[in-house]
């Protein structure tokens, strides 16, 4: 098992990487000052898998479970699903000392977030992820959310879990495509951070691809040292943070445009790193030769690189002006300084953005 402890001021939590590590989470919500009642959300798909397994592990431990089920996939994630998960916790008897444990991906993970820092006003929380995306990102950082209708992520807050508990073992089970999703924001944390890491992923992709689980332990560890180490340096986004939404601002546009339905978030986001890089490149911020190695690595990756040829790009750039990075009418990209290092960039104009959209 190997732990990361991530550390705001007085308040931390334990991210623990253990393969067949759901056996133990009864022991691990031990240790928690928890009161024995806990509604597990889960949803269509990771239910038969691991949903009564996790909830007989917890009530092995002493707990009441009440287990709920949310449709699988970016459509949970909406104010009608929380207000359901309301319901329940309230049907479940759950007090301010109660905790919430999303088990899932990273859908289940921002919704159960929300509903644990809005039910009664917060109650502990704990993640369990289990696609690739969620153990490298979504499970850590306290960002937790759901979608509106006319933006990405739009309602929400910063609601810190009080355990990550990664199991490994549960990628076993996830499809082709979800894994290759996750690669996007494990190749994001090789361009905004660390390029020895990125060059680790040009030389050791395949790996990752054919479910190498060493090689999968060490990039999740890798990326959650990365995203412990910027939330430990500004939790609620004031500033530095901004660089893990590197390819988000093209990428929340891709998803919201096609009905958060014909893009998984990992591949618009991919999209929207390689349309950041070339606008570096345009900008005279990046050398072609690194905007080409991050298409490769993308490509290498199996994940799409470009725009859809029937997006508009006028409605990608309105679509922008909804980002929460945006400041008054200022649009703000991150982009690509070096491989390992980026640049949070507030005066992009217009002219530049439509440029950078054509491939
Ligand atoms: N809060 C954050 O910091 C943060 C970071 C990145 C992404 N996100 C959000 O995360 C969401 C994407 O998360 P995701 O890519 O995990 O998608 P997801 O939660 O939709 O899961 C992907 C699919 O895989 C299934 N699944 C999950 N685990 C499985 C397993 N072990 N075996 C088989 N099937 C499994 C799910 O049922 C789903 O159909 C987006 O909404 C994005 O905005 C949040
Ligand atoms: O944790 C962060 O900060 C991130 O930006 C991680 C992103 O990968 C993630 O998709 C996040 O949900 C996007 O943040 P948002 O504030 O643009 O919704
Ligand atoms: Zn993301």
Known sequence: MRKINLALGERSYPIYLEDGGLNRLGYYLQQLPLEKKALLITDSNVYPLYGEKVAAVMRQAGFQVAVARVPAGEQAKTLEQAARLYD???????????PVVALGGGVVGDLAGFVAATYMRGVPFIQVPTTLLAQVDSSVGGKVAVNHPRGKNIIGAFYQPRLVLIDVATLQTLPARQLKAGLAEVIKYGVIWDGEFFQ??????????????????????????????????????????????????VGHAVEALTGYDAFLHGEAVAIGMVIAARMAVQ???LGYREYHRIKQLIALAELPAELPADLAHRDILQSIYHDKKVKGDQLVFILPQQIGRVGIYRDIDEKSVMRALKE
């Open 88 to 98: 329940l916790a309230f049907d479940a008897g759950l007090d301010r000392s109660c």
């Open 283 to 285: 900008q005279g911020l």
């Open 200 to 249: 680790w992923l040009e030389n050791n992709g395949v790996r990752l691809l054919a479910q190498d689980r060493d090689a999968l332990q060490y990039v999740i560890e890798t990326c959650c040292r990365i995203k412990a180490a910027v939330v430990e340096q500004d939790e609620t986004e004031q500033g530095r943070r901004a660089i893990l939404n590197y390819g988000h601002t």
